[in-house]
């Protein structure tokens, strides 16, 4: 308890914060093994991330090559690879989210490794 008797105990909000410490490791965990796709040209080329942004796959139409054009398929390399990045931290933001907020995050997690 804190002198002055705000009857706060420190027992109780210790374990709850280990408690979410947990739950967002075991969170983290989950994320990082969740793939996410995104997609560029109309499906043409489409990466595949896990949760936690690592790119796992790639997969190139044979119509986006072009010899005589290799810049717009390195356009649309970057551009599938970027949505789905977006879209695994619209997934890290859903289920990290509540969590980081819970232990003091506010604007931006104060987490390292979280993209918000």
Do not use: H
């Amino acid at each position: 308890m804190f002198p002055g008797g705000n009857g706060v105990d420190m027992q109780q909000l210790l374990q709850q914060a280990q408690k979410m410490q947990q739950d967002l490791a075991a969170a983290q965990e989950q994320l990082a093994s969740t793939p996410v796709e995104g997609s560029a040209g109309g499906g043409l080329v489409k990466a595949t991330v896990t949760g936690s942004g690592e790119l796992t796959g790639l997969v190139i139409d044979p119509k986006a090559v072009d010899p005589e054009d290799t810049e717009t398929l390195a356009d649309l390399v970057i551009a599938a690879v970027r949505d789905a990045n977006q879209a695994a931290q619209r997934l890290a933001a859903e289920k990290l989210g509540p969590l980081a907020k819970g232990l003091g995050g506010g604007g931006g997690s104060g987490i390292p490794g979280l993209p918000f």
